[in-house]
């Protein structure tokens, strides 16, 4: 189907240039792939649908509410920015069978709770939800597929351990939130975790497969040496960031520095300073 008379609504109603509309040609069809109406103060999500669309661009604008079914309309749609809004809640229902969304930005908005019905979004890759207010994250059960977590600057309070099935989640980004203990074993799978600005006090590895962890981000916790044992159960770690912890700051400096294949030799040269 020709998107002409779509693109034309869209330039009449929304008042934007020709640039910010990305447009095929396929067998002489105006096919619509692309649609940037950012910055437009939008109190409301555009009443449209495409089943070209493959890029949604909708950030710093005004919106508040996400329509249920709006991944229904754009069914070929990648990569949606809704980031700089004034959403508080996203309820979403996804309708269509193996729907293409790799990318899903809803960062810097008011959001408090999220849900994702249904497991047809098998290709999402990154979620970003930085800057909310998200105390939890029982939602990512609709996104297993998803690579990318970013939660940075959120309120979450809850055990990482309610991540442990989710195999495909490789980078998790949880800077300044609320956590106060980590289990370094709930993925196995995770190679990338930033936790930093957080209160952890508590830390365990655990479990009977070894996490393929190589980068890890504690600065700006509440870990003491002694804490930190539990790190040397990590054989793939390679960049350990302790600064600003209750540690002994010479131990902490030389750990963050270190290779993994390095850290028995530190840990038994202050083992004697080590806190209980």
Known sequence: ???????????????????????????SMKILRK???????????????????????????????????????????????????????????????????????????????????????????????????????????????????????????DDLRLLENYKSLRVLKLKENRLRELNLQFNTNLTSLDLSFNQISELVVSGDEPSKLNEINLSNNELTSGKLISLLKLPHLNQLDLRDNPCDEKLARLWSKSKISELFEILNMYIGNIET
């Open 35 to 157: 649609l940037d109406l950012s910055e437009l103060n939008l109190q409301t999500f555009p009443e449209m649908e495409s089943r070209h669309l493959q890029v949604l661009n909708l950030s710093q604008n005004s919106i508040e509410i996400i329509p249920r079914n709006v991944l229904d309309r754009y069914p070929k749609l990648k990569i949606l920015d809704l980031s700089k809004n004034m959403i508080e809640e996203v309820d979403i229902s996804v309708n269509v069978l193996n729907h293409e969304l790799q990318r899903l930005d809803i960062s810097q908005n008011h959001l408090s709770s999220i849900n994702i019905e249904n497991k047809s979004l098998k290709h999402i890759k990154f979620v970003d939800l930085h800057r909310n207010r998200i105390n939890s994250f029982p939602f990512i059960k609709a996104i297993r597929s998803v690579k990318e977590l970013d939660l940075n600057f959120n309120e979450i309070e």
């Open 1 to 27: 189907m020709d998107d002409s008379e779509l693109i034309q609504n869209l330039l009449r109603e929304y008042q934007i240039p020709s640039a910010r509309i990305g447009v095929k040609y396929e067998n």
